[in-house]
């Protein structure tokens, strides 16, 4: 196997105890999720937006989508929780299941 994807295993599988957030889903994970530069070419960073909330402009139809950062800010959205986060189907790696898996096993 490949040395840096032995590296990817390991580092997922260690205890991360001490990382805050880490029971928390993230936001790139969300089919809400919406990349910087698009879906085709995905650059997590934080300019992403959630395509849960926007606003319409009532003339050109044009929706302005707010920063997923914002969102997880704001309790009455999605809040620190994450409490609107639905899963992504694909894509997926199997390193993101090692680690949701993990993850969810810490609870």
């Not at 490949?2 to 590296?7: N, Q």
């Not at 937006?49 to 009455?76: H, P, Q």
């Amino acid at each position: 196997m490949d040395f840096l994807f032995l590296h990817c295993i390991f580092t997922f599988l260690l205890n991360n105890q001490n990382i805050i957030n880490n029971h928390l889903p993230s936001c790139s994970r969300c089919i809400h999720y919406q990349d910087f530069f698009s879906i085709l070419l995905p650059v997590n960073n934080r300019f992403g937006k959630c395509t849960k909330f926007g606003e319409k402009n009532i003339i050109t139809g044009k929706i302005i989508y707010e920063y997923a950062d914002d969102i997880r800010s704001d309790e009455d959205k999605c809040g620190n929780d994450g409490k609107l986060f639905e899963p992504r189907k694909f894509p997926y790696s199997i390193l993101d299941k090692i680690c949701e898996d993990k993850c969810n096993s810490e609870k």
